[in-house]
């Protein structure tokens, strides 16, 4: 059997901690997140290395679907341990390979400092390369979801952005989203927490009802 890696990697983020605080050196100046797109969400994502096709494409998927962040009021942050030169170089050879432009801020992460604060060197899978993370992160800087994916399996944009919504659509109209939930679609009315409650629940009047406990409603996106 294949021995472990044992290599000291700082504790893992959790949902619902404070994002932790960095300096970082990126594509686009300097960056202190304590600082850093005050009143917005952060979607905070690594990939493994500059220069290689699932980055690149994942990269580009990001790149081209900015807008959709924009209109969600998030800014993208990316992360590899590259050096700065390294990111400059890829991001200005996609744009000429592909006319997609990485127009976003990329850590160069050359000390692994974020990376090791975030969780993303997970040695077993590389001592060298994050991991493809993504981390929500709220305008109030909690880390609200974190998705983790190895080295060689991409991620999917439409569930990162589905993701991103329903958490603000959750927090907008104190709802949880059932699986598979996409926008338009009918939303859970939290269950009950009292008798009273779970009476409303019994004698209310609800879009869908399975029972008390399971009861959807429309909403007013
Ligand atoms: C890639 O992006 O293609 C990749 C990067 C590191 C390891 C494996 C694949």
Redesign the pocket.
């Known amino acids: 059997m294949e021995q472990e890696m044992n290599i000291t990697v700082n504790q893992m983020p959790r949902i619902g901690d404070t994002a932790p605080d960095f300096e970082a050196v990126t594509t686009k100046g300097p960056v202190k997140l304590s600082e850093y797109a005050k009143d917005k969400w952060i979607v905070l994502f690594s990939?493994?290395?500059d220069f290689?096709?699932?980055?690149?494409t994942e990269m580009s998927g990001f790149a081209t679907r900015k807008s959709e962040f924009d209109a969600l009021n998030t800014e993208l942050m990316g992360l590899s341990i590259d050096s700065i030169h390294a990111h400059l170089a890829w991001v200005n050879n996609v744009r000429e390979n592909t006319g997609v432009y990485f127009d976003f801020p990329i850590i160069a992460d050359i000390d692994m400092n974020v990376s090791k604060l975030y969780g993303m060197l997970q040695p077993n899978e590389?001592e060298t390369?994050a991991v493809r993370a993504v981390f929500f992160i709220d305008p109030a800087k909690k880390i609200r979801l974190i998705m983790y994916y190895p080295?060689?399996v991409g991620r999917n944009m439409d569930e990162i952005l589905r993701a991103l919504y329903a958490l603000q659509v959750s927090d907008k109209q104190g709802v949880a989203l059932p699986l598979d939930w996409n926008k338009g679609q009918l939303a859970i009315v939290p269950p009950p927490k009292t008798l009273d409650e779970m009476q409303e629940r019994i004698d209310g009047d609800f879009d869908e009802k399975v029972d008390f406990y399971l009861v959807k409603k429309k909403l007013n996106e």
């Open positions: 990939h493994p290395a290689t096709p699932v980055c690149t590389s390369a080295l060689n």
